[in-house]
């Protein structure tokens, strides 16, 4: 488990690293599919209950499962890849956003230092994002506020998914992992998609037990040996979904923006395990 989620971040860190303002999602499906072929694994998204692509690309107001396409993404577009593989024998499962050409013209993204230890993004967090990438400083007075208001909700989605983590210890409950992320939601004005969870993993690349990102009254005891994710979805309007005709592509029924964060954890004797970091 910890190889094949390990592999699953490294290839989340390629898509986040080679995006740009006119690369279309599917080139970057076809770099992500090629980088996990050659590490020997399989993209676990791949003709899952005919799911057309290696990796999902959900932008702007899609909530997830987005299917990577044609179109030229765009400079603000806020865009959450979900990167998941097969390798040995077992599924590694992991989704960050980002936001498409926020990052100073001439940076070279692969010296930045990502931050994988923090839920809240402390001061840096007006100035960088999750991976250690400063914020452009040269926007035109018409884009300050919508690439703002992305930053805002990325980091509110990242924080989210810490402050699950966070609550994960052998004997917790599962209903605190919603209640932390839905705390988290309610302290930015967001709301926490409800329709769609975490899941357990490992031979399975979905399995119990389901991880609701919502406060509920779900009763399971967390026990040493556990695998399962934890992804919250956040939206800067109401959680309402509606999936499109493509029968996989799911977006918020008043078009506002969504944000989304991912880990593979792992339940061990005194704390919750992080597998997917690089």
């Known amino acids: 488990m910890r190889q ?3 592999l699953a971040r490294q290839a989340l860190d390629l898509a986040c690293r080679v995006v740009q303002p006119g690369m279309t999602t599917d080139e970057v499906d076809t770099v992500v599919h090629n980088a996990i072929v050659r590490a020997g694994a399989y993209p676990s998204p791949l003709n899952y ?21 044609t179109r030229p993404l765009e400079m603000g577009d806020i865009v959450s890849f979900d990167v ?18 926020d ?11 990502a931050v994988n230890d923090k839920a809240a993004h402390d001061d840096d967090g ?51 992992i919603g209640s932390a992320v839905h ?3 309610d302290r930015y004005g967001y709301a926490s998609v409800e329709k769609y969870r975490g899941h357990g993993i490992a031979h399975e690349f979905h399995c119990a037990p389901f991880v609701k990102h919502f406060r509920n009254r779900d ?8 695998i399962f994710t934890i992804e919250p979805m956040l939206v800067a309007g109401q959680q ?18 969504a944000a989304q964060f991912e880990h593979t954890i792992l339940i061990t004797e005194d704390s919750p395990e992080i597998l997917t970091l690089p």
């Open 4 to 6: 094949a989620a390990r």
């Open 49 to 69: 209950s005919g799911f057309p692509k290696s990796l999902c690309s959900s932008v702007n107001e899609v909530v997830c499962h987005g299917i990577p396409d």
């Open 84 to 101: 998941s593989c097969y390798l040995n024998g077992v599924h590694g499962d992991n989704c960050a956003t980002v936001i498409v050409g």
């Open 103 to 113: 990052v100073p013209d001439g940076f070279d993204i692969a010296t930045a230092v």
């Open 126 to 176: 007006e100035v960088r994002d999750w991976r250690g990438v400063p914020y452009r400083t040269d926007l035109r007075p018409e884009e300050e506020e919508h690439f703002q208001m992305s930053r805002r909700l990325s980091r509110a989605a990242r924080e989210a998914l810490y402050a699950a983590v966070q609550v994960c210890r052998p004997g917790a409950c599962l209903t605190e």
């Open 183 to 185: 705390d988290v939601a």
């Open 219 to 226: 009763v399971l005891t967390l026990e040493p040996g556990m």
């Open 240 to 257: 309402d979904c509606m999936e499109w005709d493509d029968n996989w592509t799911v977006v918020t029924r008043d078009g506002s923006l």
